[in-house]
């Protein structure tokens, strides 16, 4: 619930339990006898510096904030009062001059009325005192609502994913560990803090979340970085909405139609408000504990120290033992994911349906998965460890990291005993090693087993084939030219792509990009051919 805190504007929506706003009351003053005067035009008087008690009808919270924004903006009142019925109206109430807060209220979508001895009247378009047949509305028996009642209805409009140098993420334990791991690969540093995820409205005690911050010094988080983050499930990807901090949180993907200079500082200082996605709805977070460097969480491989022992005569060194170390620049396509068995569950609801699905191929292993294509993925997978291809023949790397000391490619090929028949992919938790006759199109994860034919030939069938085997023998005594364009019939696009990922794992780079050309698949024929180019 909105504490009503004062902004810098010298505004707040007052609270649920705060009564409402009153005129002051005018000073006693000595009654004495006054000669009757004239009373001065109504273009003459003053109405716009004199406070009223003014309301504005609403249609959508979105058109109601917009006005109080304005209202902050000119310094119009000091307070407002908001409320809501059953139809979905929303409704403002403020002390300020007439004719200035009729303006606004119409330039927000709303419709303005003045309350006369406790009545409220609707205002007419000239900016006059409503008439006795103006319309009434008893809008004081409304239910009042406070500002967080408001950001539960606000619109959000759909749009490009935005980036910036800081984004925020509020994820599951589960994710967070692949999101740490995936940012610190490109150079983004993570902090994270627990904290407890509350609906924007009602008293549901929450479910505990972690809230984590990635930031790239002197650069944006890296849009690739942020797309992903914000394509996985349970998880919010948002920025700052307003220039106040970080107490106001809008997803990446949608804009908010009005300012929001005013209302990130009217949020109370111990909560962040977070606008999201619609699957993932709008909730405050109550964030508690340290934060972080997301950096703990990465386990280094263990470096042995050499000693020398004393008063010997010397040896030989020993060899250097190769680890891997994070590469200080990423570039490239990715080539392969690695999945285990719950991200390969989830690979099969992702992956059902797009494009992608028809020329991708999966290798299955014990508890981790290999998913590459031809060419290189032709789409991001946000989940898995994504792989570069590095040689010899279907050798894959985990994307981020290199080999310290640096191991050339027959180096490479005797220390992991790359063949003809394997595929290996080495990451910074271990090595797996996949055989590559049990490579599967990817679709064969969701689809199901085909239908049973029914077998056998009725009569009419069967005399159909007696017409069929007389026009076959009819084209048996064609010329050899029709034969042999009966023989050039192309292959069908899977066979093309299954030979394709095949010649790629065993490093035949020309023969793949030549099959993919002939699939229709130039993009990734195109990539295997700079690939090949750069080799020789």
Request: hydrophobic content about 40%.
């Amino acid at each position: 619930m909105t504490k009503g805190k004062v902004s810098r504007f010298g505004f707040r929506i007052a609270r649920l339990d705060e009564e409402p706003p009153q005129p002051a009351p005018p000073e006693p003053e000595e009654p004495e006898p006054a000669p009757p005067v004239e009373p001065e035009p109504v273009e003459s008087q003053p109405a716009a510096s004199t406070p009223d008690p003014v309301g504005g009808r609403f249609h959508s919270a979105s058109c109601l904030l917009s006005f109080l924004s304005a209202v902050a903006g000119v310094r119009l009142s000091s307070r407002a009062t908001c409320r809501r019925n059953d139809q979905g109206a929303w409704w403002a109430e403020l002390y300020a001059p007439r004719a200035a807060a009729a303006n606004l209220i119409w330039t927000g979508g709303g419709l303005p009325y003045l309350r006369q001895n406790d009545t409220w009247r609707a205002l007419p378009g000239s900016g006059d005192l409503p008439g006795a047949d103006a319309e009434t509305l008893d809008a004081d028996k409304w239910p009042r609502v406070a500002l967080n009642d408001l950001m539960d209805r606000v619109g959000l409009r759909a749009g490009r994913n935005r980036t910036s140098g800081r984004v925020f993420v509020v994820t599951n334990g589960l994710l967070a560990r692949w999101i740490v791991r995936r940012a610190y690969a490109l150079n983004t540093r993570v902090t994270l803090q627990q904290a407890q995820r509350l609906p924007m409205t009602g008293d549901d005690p929450g479910n505990p979340v972690l809230f984590l911050t990635l930031t790239r010094r002197g650069a944006s988080v890296p849009a690739a970085l942020v797309q992903a983050v914000s394509a996985l499930p349970y998880t919010t990807a948002a920025l700052q909405a307003g220039p106040g901090g970080d107490n106001l949180l809008l997803d990446v993907g949608y804009r908010l139609p009005l300012t929001t200079a005013m209302i990130g500082e009217l949020i109370p200082p111990d909560e962040t408000w977070v606008l999201g996605a619609p699957e993932e709805g709008r909730f405050r977070l109550s964030r508690h504990g340290e934060v972080l460097d997301g950096a703990g969480f990465l386990q280094a491989p263990a470096t042995p120290v050499a000693q020398t022992p004393a008063g010997q005569a010397p040896v030989l060194p020993q060899p250097i033992p190769v680890r891997l170390v994070p590469k200080g620049r990423v570039s490239g396509h990715i080539d392969a994911v690695l999945l285990d068995d719950t991200e390969l569950d989830w690979l099969r609801t992702w992956l059902a349906g797009r494009p992608a699905g028809e020329t991708c191929f999966f290798l299955p292993g014990a508890g981790a998965h290999l998913l590459t294509a031809p060419g290189g993925l032709p789409a991001a997978v946000p989940f898995g460890t994504p792989l570069q291809r590095i040689g010899p023949g279907a050798l894959f790397l985990e994307m981020g990291l290199g080999f310290y000391p640096r191991l050339p490619e027959h180096a490479r090929a005797q220390t992991f005993a790359v063949d003809d028949e394997t595929a290996v992919a080495v990451t910074d938790t271990g090595a797996w090693r996949f055989q590559r006759e049990h490579m599967t199109p990817a679709w064969t994860l969701w689809a199901g087993e085909a239908p049973v034919p029914a077998e056998g030939l009725s009569a009419r069938g069967r005399a159909a084939l007696q017409v069929l085997d007389q026009a076959l023998r009819q084209q048996q005594k064609q010329g050899p030219v029709k034969k042999l364009l009966g023989m050039l019939k192309p292959a069908p696009k899977s066979d093309l792509l299954n030979r394709a990922q095949r010649a790629e794992l065993r490093g035949d780079l020309v023969q793949a990009a030549e099959l993919l050309e002939s699939a229709g698949e130039l993009d990734s024929a195109a990539r295997l051919y700079e690939r090949a180019a750069r080799r020789q």
